[in-house]
């Protein structure tokens, strides 16, 4: 049942654009209003898709798209009162930055009083207030990426869709104008259906993200228990660093598992069971780096293996160490670098360990 307060439902919507291979494949998705949800996937998983046919861009194959409770499949883009950012602006170059804000609403009919109040408005949420005179030629990339943003907002749509917005800046510059669009998000109780590959952005900014995989959504849940609570190997992977075993399921114990791990010496983790077919099934077990401790004290935890230290790179606030660990020259564990961090040299052994709760039993993966 859709909950009373969705904004956006998608019921039951394919995608096809050659008649045979579905690119979205039976969504059925709700969008709160005031929310911001991230759709989070890798290239060809369908987000951009969903995106288009929410803003009437792209027709769906079957199902029903509803804002505000209403069917929208049939209503053209430009009368679903919906603002859009891209990652390319989409700027009219001869035009001012007050005139490209003021096109929406002249457009709409609106008079001329109400186009520039609204247009001072919209600057001044991006803080661009003293740039209306100024052309996009004359303006920097973050400036830029500010004024598509104000245009999306100076028409007061009920719905604002992000493509792929900050793609084109460099990171530092990404990094500010993503507080930047949350906190704008904040201050205004706007609801928000932003695009992304990049899953830093989505765990910053987002109240929800809806990870796609192969035209489906894998799991739709808050950033932190996208990341600490993954359901399948495909989200566990790409959410954060993750270490990965895989292995042969020999005992369910109900809430834990005990996996024999592959290339190990018959060496066997005890993990959470989450998603696994039972004994004699296989498994990939996920654990994130930052919850590994190393020289545990002995007995204190389930899983205890000797390692050794391949290599350690200071990061300042960590010292990212790669292990060989389990028949595994890849396992990487994030050492805090405090005055009683574990002192380690490449080369050297060392105990490192973890509990079963952070350690996850997901479906077999490759």
Not at 194 to 223: K, W
Not at 243 to 264: P, W, Y
Not at 318 to 328: D, E, K, N, Q
Not at 353 to 362: F, I, K, N, Q, S
């Amino acid at each position: 049942m859709p909950s009373e307060n969705s904004l956006v439902r998608f019921v039951d919507i394919q995608k096809s654009y050659d008649g045979e291979s579905l690119v979205v494949k039976s969504l059925n998705l709700d969008v709160a209003k005031g929310e911001f949800l991230t759709m989070l996937g890798p290239s060809g998983s369908g987000k951009t898709t969903c995106l288009m046919m929410l803003a009437g861009f792209e027709p769906a194959t079957h199902g029903e798209i509803f804002l505000n409770d209403k069917p929208i499949n049939r209503v053209p883009p430009h009368k679903r009162g919906i603002g859009m950012v891209f990652q390319n602006y989409a700027l009219f170059p001869h035009m001012t930055v007050a005139e490209n804000l003021a096109f929406p609403l002249e457009v709409r009919g609106m008079d001329k009083s109400e186009r520039e109040q609204r247009v001072k408005r919209a600057l001044d949420m991006v803080q661009l207030g003293v740039f209306g005179d100024r052309r996009p030629a004359q303006l920097s990339g973050g400036q830029a990426q500010r004024v598509a943003v104000a245009r999306s907002l100076v028409f007061d749509p009920d719905l604002v869709l992000m493509d792929e917005p900050l793609g084109a800046l460099d990171k530092n510059l990404r990094e500010v104008m993503q507080y930047e669009i949350k906190h704008i998000h904040e201050n205004l109780d706007l609801t928000v259906v932003y695009v992304t590959h990049d899953q830093s952005e989505a765990l910053t900014m987002s109240n929800r993200i809806a990870v796609f995989d192969d035209g489906i959504i894998q799991q739709c849940a808050p950033p932190e228990v996208l990341y600490e609570q993954p359901e399948n190997a495909f989200c566990a992977n790409f959410i954060g660093e993750n270490n990965r075993f895989l292995g042969n399921v020999i005992e369910d114990n109900g809430d834990t598992v005990k996996v024999e791990v592959d290339s190990s010496g018959d060496s066997t983790v005890v993990a959470k069971k989450v998603n696994v077919s039972g004994v004699g099934g296989r498994s990939t077990l996920s654990l994130r780096p930052e919850r590994v401790t190393v020289n545990p004290e002995p007995g204190s935890l389930p899983n205890i293996f000797s390692g050794v230290a391949e290599e350690l790179i200071y990061l300042g606030d960590h010292i990212r160490t790669r292990f060989t660990v389990l028949g595994h020259d890849d396992f990487i564990v994030k050492i805090p670098n405090s005055a009683n961090h574990a002192h380690l040299e490449e080369g050297g052994t060392a105990n490192i360990g973890w509990t079963a709760e952070d350690c996850r039993a997901l479906d077999p993966s490759d």
